[in-house]
């Protein structure tokens, strides 16, 4: 499977970014994380093909992510950012059996 990551880029705090991550063919699970420098991976967001949610308690309430089934595709917008939301962004999928990683996207949040 292959994963083609978007969207990221520079913002102030308090701005709104869109991620997206396209994948190559239908898979079950996929999550959004990042890793900021110093600091290790953190898992930020997924989503199952069934549409449950998980988000990663710093985001919750700013952060939305959904898919797009028929388009393989996975989303995440992101709002009310803030400075320590920047990190690089890796989209990640994964069935019972691998999981897969897409290149990452810079996000920085301007204070």
């Known amino acids: 499977v292959q994963l083609q990551a978007s969207g990221g880029g520079l913002v102030q705090a308090g701005g709104s970014l869109r991620l997206t991550c396209a994948a190559s063919?239908?898979?079950?699970?996929m999550d959004w994380y990042r890793q900021a420098p110093g600091k290790q991976r953190e898992l930020v967001a997924g989503i199952t093909s069934g549409g449950r949610i998980n988000y990663v308690d710093s985001v919750k309430g700013r952060f939305t992510i959904s898919r797009d089934n028929a388009k393989n595709t996975v989303y995440l917008q992101m709002n009310s950012l803030k400075p320590e939301d920047t990190a690089v962004y890796y989209c990640?999928?994964?069935?019972?059996?691998?999981?897969?990683w897409g290149q990452g996207t810079q996000v920085t949040v301007s204070s």
């Open positions: 063919r239908s898979i079950s699970i």
């Open positions: 990640h999928a994964r069935t019972i059996f691998d999981d897969y």
